[in-house]
Nanobody, 122 residues
């Protein structure tokens, strides 16, 4: 079984920074993409940033230039460096591992973490 564990959330003042981490564990052979989503109170979950195993990245327009996604393929870990945070960044941030292939199996699956809370003070 594959598990994803996020960490690094917390309370941050406007303009501050946080670094989120998400580590995938299990008998993992490969992960195609690792993604960060967020869900603010009363809103739908939205994609914040994604990174493929080859290093290609994609960002939501609202975070371009302020957030940076990176990945350690050997550790199956993805990071999200968030700078110049705004109060509206308050949300639960979820990590997704997309198209995970477990050693010995051939069908890829997607997995989600439990989320980590980020609260921007105003």
């Amino acid at each position: 079984q594959v598990q994803l564990v996020e960490s690094g959330g917390g309370l941050v003042q406007p303009g501050g920074s946080l670094r989120l981490s998400c580590a995938a564990s299990g008998n993992i052979f490969s992960i195609y993409a690792m993604n960060w989503y967020r869900q603010a109170p009363g809103k739908q979950r939205e994609l914040v940033a994604s990174i493929t195993s080859g290093g290609s990245t994609n960002y939501a327009d609202s975070v371009k230039g302020r957030f940076t996604i990176s990945r350690d393929n050997a550790k199956h870990t993805v990071y999200l460096q968030m700078n110049s945070l705004k109060p509206e960044a308050t949300a639960i941030y979820y990590c997704e591992a997309e198209r995970v292939v477990v050693t010995g199996l051939f069908t890829p699956y997607d997995y989600w973490g439990q989320g980590t809370q980020v609260t921007g003070s105003s």
